[in-house]
């Protein structure tokens, strides 16, 4: 399927995206420098505001947000979605992870997984749609939607067809790219975790450790 017009009607998030990623540097080089991300001193004050109406993974009344600003060609990204998986495995009640579509402009595929697990999201299958995206890698060809949709069990493909296509689905895509390019998102993975930021993949085990001081203390 061509999905070309997709892409076309998503270039202005590649242009903002690009507007805020580091000259000169591909955003996956500039995270293999910083692997071992550091928790920013820096609090975002509205960090509930954006963790609203999102799409979200786990419950409502959480102690604990984490917010993520992801791509699903990022190889990092990847690795975050093993960690937050067993934070999610180990805190079902008190954790919940809320996504924001960062598609980067190195990334060919990036829009149009984005707008595929939005049309997912439409049917109540974000998180299947997430997990299965993460679970086979950064793909380097475009994956066929339609078919990952039918493997993860969304029912409706003629309306999740449809959706890929929709402007106002690629429109409420552009609007999480403005949050995180308003917030200063250079690349991706970042998290707020309880508004704290954390830019980058900070390692094994490492996200773990921020939930677990954050559900003591419930801010970090």
């Not at 505001?49 to 990847?78: K, L």
């Not at 079902?92 to 697990?117: D, G, M, R, W």
């Not at 974000?126 to 029912?155: C, H, I, M, Q």
């Amino acid at each position: 399927m061509n999905y070309k017009s997709i892409v076309a009607n998503s270039a202005t998030v590649l242009v903002t995206v690009a507007a805020v990623v580091m000259v000169g540097i591909r955003a996956d080089e500039y995270f293999h420098f910083n692997v071992l991300a550091h928790l920013n001193q820096k609090s975002v004050p509205h960090w509930r505001d954006i963790a609203t109406g999102n799409e979200r993974i786990g419950p409502s009344d959480a102690a604990v947000v984490i917010v993520e600003f992801g791509d699903f060609q990022c190889p990092f990204c990847r690795s975050a979605s093993t960690d937050l998986a067993a934070i999610r495995s180990e805190f079902p009640s008190t954790v919940a992870i809320v996504f924001e579509n960062y598609p980067l402009p190195n990334h060919k595929f990036a829009v149009p997984a984005a707008q595929a697990a939005e049309c997912a999201a439409a049917q109540g299958d974000f998180e299947k749609y997430y997990n299965r995206l993460f679970s086979t890698g950064p793909f380097n060809a475009e994956p066929d939607w339609v078919a990952v949709a039918g493997e993860v069990g969304v029912k409706d493909l003629g309306s999740f067809k449809a959706c890929l296509s929709d402007k106002v689905v690629a429109g409420r895509l552009m609007g999480e790219v403005s949050v995180g390019a308003r917030l200063g998102v250079k690349g991706t993975p970042m998290f707020l975790i309880n508004g704290r930021e954390v830019d980058g993949y900070p390692g094994p085990g490492k996200l773990m450790e921020m939930v677990r001081a954050a559900l003591k203390t419930k801010v970090l």
